[in-house]
């Protein structure tokens, strides 16, 4: 079955930077794109970005250009997103979502709690 | 940016009773990037619909989508106690895009 396992919990000071984890399993890693998506407490969904495990090409919304980086590592089919200069907005929850057939996601990660606090 | 604006924000009703939730996007949205999530308290959205009406695995049919260019709708039959969830519609054009949510309610 399809898996979508996240690093755990950060806290990060303001002005840091994160580097989050998704590892894949249970489906042909190269196969499917990737989205990010984050969730800012008791608030709605926002996507991040997308990339290609394949070629590593990224998409990226525009508010996080510049700030955000997405890669992946093929041999252990893991992808990463990695976000700077981090500010206490950035605070939420930030889960990976395995794209089909670039309309949208299907499968989500358990998501990983980014605190920004000084 | 395709902005989807879902109503009602929030939506009260009891077991039993039919649910429908509405997504209006600023411009049209092809049925076949336009999809449903429904999301419980401290987990992940799960997928429920994707095409506008094709349901998701293991996704009972008490839940339907129907709709077109700019107007979509979610609708759940009858009110199981485990649907009571936030629900958020998602486009995919140029970029992804998500609805505001619509929280459905224990009367």
């Known amino acids: 079955q399809v898996q979508l396992v996240q690093s755990g919990a950060e806290v990060k000071k303001p002005g840091a930077s994160v580097k989050v984890s998704c590892k894949a399993s249970?489906?042909?890693?190269?196969?499917?794109?990737m989205h990010w998506v984050r969730q800012a407490p008791g608030q709605g969904l926002e996507w991040m970005g997308i990339?290609?495990?394949?070629?590593?090409?990224?998409t990226y919304a525009q508010k996080f250009q510049g700030r955000v980086t997405m890669t992946r590592d093929t041999s252990t089919s893991t992808v990463y997103m990695e976000l700077s200069s981090l500010r206490s907005e950035d605070t939420a929850v930030y889960y990976c979502?395995?794209?089909?057939?670039?309309?949208?996601?299907?499968?989500w990660g358990h998501g990983t709690l980014v605190t920004v606090s000084a | 940016e395709i902005v989807l604006t879902q109503s009602p924000g929030t939506l009260s009703l009891s077991p039993g009773e039919r649910a429908t939730l509405s997504c209006r996007a600023s411009?049209?949205?092809?049925?076949?990037?336009l999809a449903w999530y429904q999301q419980k308290p401290g987990q992940a959205p799960s997928l429920l619909i994707y095409?506008?009406?094709r349901r998701a695995t293991g996704i009972p049919d008490r839940f339907s989508g129907s709709g077109s260019g700019t107007d979509f709708t979610l609708t759940i039959s009858r009110l199981e106690p485990e649907d009571f969830a936030v629900y958020y519609c998602?486009?995919?054009?140029?970029?992804?895009?998500f609805g505001g949510g619509s929280k459905v309610e224990i009367k």
């Open positions: 979502a395995r794209d089909v057939n670039l309309r949208g996601p299907d499968y």
């Open positions: 249970g489906y042909t890693f190269t196969s499917n794109y």
């Open positions: 990339i290609n495990p394949s070629g590593g090409s990224t």
């Open positions: 411009q049209s949205v092809s049925i076949n990037y």
């Open positions: 095409n506008t009406f």
């Open positions: 998602q486009q995919y054009g140029s970029s992804l895009t």
